[in-house]
């Protein structure tokens, strides 16, 4: 039996649409994979209730059939579904790893990221890897297609912040705008490259100033009922950003060390005064997946 935790993720990060993405130091999927004869899926934790069983609806199904691993597998959810969190991707990702292990299949992590990008495709209607590869790779990632994904070492603090309302990865891709102006996509190239130097440099200030787009966060901010409001009590708090966590309806924040608690508290009131129940975490970008076998613990 092998054992892997498998992180949440931001994808996007305002203004790396489809691309970017950073590894959550918290919260975690728990994935526990055992060989089998047919593939069968167990699902407990946090929104477990709206997770399908059934193999072939399920994303790590598909990461299975992908490897022709069958397993028992059991996926203890802490990523809430449809929170912006990459809660399939930390499935995905999980069980591409246990599997990879559990059959000797030996794919580097990379090689993962395709496979596991299978599993988002059931989800949203599109093979995606901004938040598989920060969920396998860990760290800051660039997925930038035939160009292949990046990873880069980061330790910039950030708080999320999750409301009970869900937005689902397809109706958040609905309201995107078809096109962009050329003023547009300038703006957006440069801040995308100075959230990228951020984080190379592990500076929270280039890579707040980076955190923004102006053609699809602000469609989606729409669906996040306090957005706006939330975002400027993160901003007043003391962070360097702020945007919608993947297809939202989570919101983040970047900030310097000491701040996450002044602006875990702010968006928590934010959300508050509009009636809107929610939990904030304050965290930082972490580590990719990691392997508990037997032998490791
Ligand atoms: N980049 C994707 C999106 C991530 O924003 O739609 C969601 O899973």
Do not use: W
Not at 262 to 280: L, N, P, T
């Amino acid at each position: 039996m092998i054992t892997v935790r498998a992180p949440a993720t931001s994808a996007n990060l305002g203004s790396g649409f489809d691309v970017f993405g950073v590894a959550l130091g918290r919260p975690a999927d728990v994935v526990q994979v055992e060989k089998a004869e047919e593939t069968s899926i167990e699902v407990t934790g946090v929104g477990s209730r709206f997770i399908p069983e059934d193999p072939e609806g399920n994303t790590v199904g598909a990461v299975a059939k992908a490897l022709d691993a069958p397993a028992h597998i059991k996926i203890d959810k802490g990523v809430r579904p449809a929170s912006g969190l990459g809660s399939s991707a930390a499935s995905a990702a999980g069980a591409a790893l246990a599997l990879n292990e559990l059959y000797d299949r030996g794919h580097s992590r990379s090689e993962l990221v395709p496979i596991a990008a299978e599993g988002e495709e059931l989800v949203s209607g599109e093979a995606h890897e901004d938040n598989v590869a920060p969920a396998l790779l860990g760290g800051f990632t660039v997925a930038a297609g035939d160009v292949g994904v990046t990873a880069v070492d980061a330790r910039i603090p950030l708080v999320v912040c999750l409301p009970e309302s869900v937005v689902s990865t397809r109706d958040a891709r609905d309201v995107i705008p078809d096109r962009a102006t050329l003023d547009e996509l300038v703006g957006t190239v440069g801040k995308a490259a100075t959230l990228a130097v951020g984080m190379c440099r592990d500076d929270p200030d280039l890579v707040g100033r980076g955190m923004h787009d102006d053609v699809v966060s602000p469609a989606r901010a729409e669906l996040i009922d306090g957005y706006d409001e939330v975002r400027d009590a993160a901003l007043d708090a003391g962070a360097t950003g702020v945007t919608v966590s993947g297809a939202g309806p989570g919101v983040i924040a970047a900030c310097y060390p000491g701040r996450r608690r002044a602006i875990a508290s702010a968006m928590v009131e934010a959300f508050d005064d509009r009636g809107v129940e929610c939990r904030a975490y304050q965290t930082a970008v972490g580590p990719g997946a990691t392997v508990h076998s037997p032998d490791s613990e």
